[in-house]
């Protein structure tokens, strides 16, 4: 049950980002997986020195977070990371505002979200299962309600030595030197990502480790129904869902950003934009904006620390596969 193990693994009911309040317990499973295989994984003929952490899409983001935790110890639990279509630095790979999927699965389990968090998380240990699993939460296009977000335990935003400030590179969003969003900036998902996972302290840690990461041809596939795969999309419904993308993932410049993103994957020697061109350039603006370009800057960063550093494009396509032109 994939809301049953979101629910329970990453409700995080906290409204102070910067407070350490453990939240990720999806994450906590994983880390006491691992911890589990040190101590027992030889009696089944494995190597405790040897462990290889491989996730795709969401999974992937969760291994991101793993290499660059500090709940982690460096070099012991596991050696080496496989990426597949995924990166935590993907605008969907952390919740941005986890305590308001919190609050609604409160109401519904009469559990006032005002409460001292605390007592708030007390009140909810005490409701049936069937109460906060039956919430009706719909989380907005393009992201999750329920996933990795900051607690301040297996992911923070740290207090920076020294002054130290995030590597910004092409991703939107700004912090001050302590690591937090400046006062009045938006919490929107690319900025929190930049307080998490571009800092200095935190690129380091992901060099440990010798990392494999990559992409298939079509990653954004399945934002498209069988109609949009069959007959394509005319471009009015590829405005409408690159704006939807656009309006969840950044805070300012909207409009000019998608004017930007629909020039960049338009076709111009094309006199007439037939469907099917237009669907597969919305697929590719999609497939680059969620990861192909977080996966690609995910192994810029790692292969600039001169480790082992391995990226794939995997687009082999059987001929009588699932998935036609």
Known sequence: NVIFCLVLGFLNANTDPYSKNPANYGLMDQIAALHWIQENIV????????????????????????????????????????????????????????????????????????????????????????????????APEFSFAFGPSVDGVVIDTGEPQGGESPHYSDYEGGASNSGKPSKGEPQNAINILNSVLLRKSVISKLSRYDLLLGVVKAEAYFAFNGEDVQYGIEADRRTKILRTFVKNTYSYHLSEILATIVNEYTDWERPVQHPINIRDETLEALSDAQFVAPVVHTADLHSAEHRNSYLYVFDYQTKFGDYPQ
């Open 43 to 138: 009696f089944f003929g494995g190597d405790p020195t040897n462990v290889t952490l491989l996730g795709h899409g969401t999974g992937a983001a969760c291994v991101n977070f793993l290499l660059t935790s500090s709940a982690v110890p460096e070099g012991v639990l596991f050696h080496r990371a496989i990426l597949m279509s995924g990166s935590a630095l993907s605008p969907w790979a952390l919740v941005k505002e986890p305590s308001r999927y919190a609050a609604l699965v409160a109401i519904h389990a009469n559990c006032s979200p005002e409460l001292p968090h605390a007592h708030l998380l007390k009140c909810l240990r005490e409701k049936p299962i069937e109460a906060l699993l039956s919430t009706p939460v719909i």
